[in-house]
């Protein structure tokens, strides 16, 4: 059978949590940039003796604190998030053990067999929020898909989300059929895709 993706996508609230970045340098600006792209309000800590200036900046304008000192373990406290970033690969596994020791969850970037969870490319249109994954084989994947669906999915996405929420609270009945009248609605979408793809 062919590979596939067994990780299993989820949408944390990052403002309700604490993150944990070790290391200042090109890759936890990168790591930091997207974080904060995807979500302003994450609640961040990065932990090093030194800071690239992007990284300064992306600090005074988001939630994010910055720690001049090297690792260590006392910094892990009350961390939900970790993610290791040093040019020193001893220091990157020490973190890995402490926070397999306290049941943290930790990504070493770009190191995937050192992963509880990889970051992913993110594409957000309002509501609306896409996370891709390539299973750790391609993050070049990941990115062009990430630019792609940028472009195609169009901004007013959310006007419909934001519609069908309004048209949702309009609706009389149970559950059942409820679904069943916000599935009818939404059906032309499908139809129109299969015409779409007849063409
Ligand atoms: C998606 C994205 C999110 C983010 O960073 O937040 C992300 N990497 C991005 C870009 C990127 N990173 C690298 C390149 C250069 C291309 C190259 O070298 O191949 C490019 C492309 C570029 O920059 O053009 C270097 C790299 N990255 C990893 C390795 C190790 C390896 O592949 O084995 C190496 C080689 C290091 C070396 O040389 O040793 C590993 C990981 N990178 C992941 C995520 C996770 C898997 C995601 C997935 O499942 O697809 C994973 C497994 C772990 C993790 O870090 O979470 C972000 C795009 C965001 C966007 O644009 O939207
Ligand atoms: N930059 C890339 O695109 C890239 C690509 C592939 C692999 N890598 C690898 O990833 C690692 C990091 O790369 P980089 O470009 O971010 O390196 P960098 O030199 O820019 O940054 C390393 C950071 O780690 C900090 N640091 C060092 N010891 C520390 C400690 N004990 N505690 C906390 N922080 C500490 C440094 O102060 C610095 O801020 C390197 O091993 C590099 O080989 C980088």
Known sequence: MTERNNLYPIFLKTSNLHILIVGGGNVAEEKLTFLTKSSPDANVAIV??????????????????????????????????????????????????????????????????????????IVTKGNVKIAISTNGKSPTTAKRLRQFFEEVIPEDINQMVLNLNSYRKTLKGNFGQKVEKM?????????????????
């Open 48 to 121: 090093s003796p030194e800071f690239a200036k992007g990284t300064v900046e992306l600090a005074e304008n988001h939630n994010v604190q910055l720690i001049t000192d090297v690792y260590d373990k006392k910094y892990l406290t009350g961390m939900h998030i970790v993610i290791a970033t040093t040019d020193k690969p001893a220091v990157n596994v020490q973190v890995y053990e402490d926070c397999r020791a306290m049941d943290k969850l930790i990504n070493v970037a770009d190191n995937p067999p050192y992963c509880d969870f990889y970051m992913g490319g």
């Open 183 to 199: 599935n009818e609605v939404t059906q032309m979408l499908l139809t129109t895709k299969a015409k779409m793809g007849n063409e």
